[in-house]
């Protein structure tokens, strides 16, 4: 499974910003999808997950109200819509899949990862 992740880049403090994460499976059925990020000097962390099939969604509390995870099943793709920036919202953005719903990075870890894009929110 191949994940593909883009739409990283510069922007302001309070700006918006969307990542896309395409992957090459073709069928999702129970799976999960999810939105992690590692701060610049810091450990990886949990941004959200959302299931395939329900479309249910978890976010880390330092998501929760700004940040969310649609999904569009033509395209096999999830996306991160990230409102409201904050400088410490810096950090290389990764999606990653894997088999039956989980909400831990631990989990996540034994599944497919893309390769990061990085975001920076400049104050």
């Known amino acids: 499974v191949q994940l593909q992740a883009s739409g990283g880049g510069l922007v302001q403090a309070g700006g918006s910003l969307r990542l896309s994460c395409t992957t090459s499976r073709r069928t999702l059925t129970n799976w999960a999808l999810g939105w992690f990020r590692q701060p610049p000097g810091k450990e990886r962390e949990i941004v959200g997950v959302?299931?395939?099939?329900?479309?249910?969604?978890y976010y880390a509390d330092s998501a929760k109200g700004r940040f969310t995870i649609p999904r569009d099943k033509a395209k096999n793709a999830v996306y991160l819509q990230m409102n409201s920036l904050k400088p410490d919202d810096t950090a290389v953005y990764y999606c990653?899949?894997?088999?039956?719903?989980?909400?831990?990075?631990?989990?996540?870890?034994?599944?497919?990862w893309g390769q990061g894009t990085k975001v920076t929110v400049s104050s």
């Open positions: 990653a899949a894997r088999e039956g719903l989980s909400y831990s990075l631990q989990s996540f870890l034994q599944g497919y």
């Open positions: 959302i299931s395939w099939n329900l479309g249910t969604t």
